[in-house]
């Protein structure tokens, strides 16, 4: 999917969310157990009730890699029924030396089909560029994330004081474009969007932590939307498991609906 057409599916729906699809077999509704592919099963409804308000889908590998040969099964299933309108993040974290990379970024973009790959950028360009070398395939780079150990490196200063995830954003940017790199920042950070926008005024940002880890949307859009919007905000457990019953689809619906309607508000 293009810039283009992100941008497009975005201002259609009013809606800048992503749906993260972090399918836990502990978490089922009991009902679901009984299918053939309950993964499969519950992914196929819970696309059924969001596909109208958001415009991706970010399923998260560990998720069905777990799960062995049958999770990647229910991957591809799940790929296959996601529509061909909605941005598809595969959710990986990967970063290795460059032909290893290679591999990966063949495996996530020629056999699965996704839209973009997150990628881990400690090893350097050699290791992200194989995934950037993929024409209307997108890079989503690890910058500043939700969880607690982001302190540990991320958030640590360089020389002349500027933070480690600054500096990988900057350096970055002379490695892919606006086109075909995104960046995670984290929601749990609201006070660093205003400097991430200095930093990367015109790139995406996939923004983790919204709902369950307690990302603030009214300050994050504020601060971080550009004239593009230029955000693709995740939740996934506040969604996927608003409800465990039988009416495990609506619940999730509501949850998403209500996400996006205060998008709709906050872009006016």
């Known amino acids: ?71 990647w099964e229910s991957l591809q299933k799940t790929m296959a029924y996601i529509p061909d309108t909605h941005f598809t993040i595969a959710d990986a974290k990967r ?81 892919g474009s606006p086109a075909n790199l995104m960046f995670v920042v984290g929601a749990t950070h609201p006070e660093k969007f205003e400097e991430i926008r200095r930093i990367a005024p015109d790139h995406f940002l996939l923004v983790p932590g919204v709902g369950a880890q307690g990302g603030d949307l009214e300050q994050l859009t504020r601060f971080g939307a550009n004239e593009d919007v230029g955000l693709l905000v995740n939740s996934s457990r506040g969604i996927l498991y608003a409800g465990s019953g039988a009416d495990f689809a609506e619940k999730a619906r509501a949850s998403a609906q209500a996400l996006q309607a205060e998008m709709a508000s906050l872009l006016g």
């Open 95 to 175: 970063g290795d030396i460059g032909n290893t990379s290679r591999l990966y970024a063949q495996a996530f973009f020629g056999e699965l089909g996704f839209d973009a790959v997150t990628v881990a950028p400690y090893m350097g360009i050699d290791s992200v560029q194989p995934f950037l070398e993929f024409e209307g395939k997108w890079v989503i780079l690890l910058a500043l994330t939700s969880n607690a150990g982001s302190q540990d490196f991320q958030l640590t200063q360089q020389d002349g004081g500027e933070p480690l995830f600054e500096k990988v954003m900057r350096r970055a940017q002379a490695w």
């Open 1 to 71: 999917m293009t810039r283009s057409e992100l941008i497009a599916q975005i201002r259609a729906k009013s809606s800048y969310l992503c749906v993260g699809l972090d399918t836990d077999m502990a978490r089922l509704p009991a009902h679901l157990l009984r299918e053939p592919d309950p993964v499969f099963a519950f992914n196929q409804q819970i696309i059924d009730a969001t596909h109208d308000l958001c415009v991706a889908y970010k399923p998260n590998l560990a998720f069905y890699e777990a799960m062995g040969a049958k999770g």
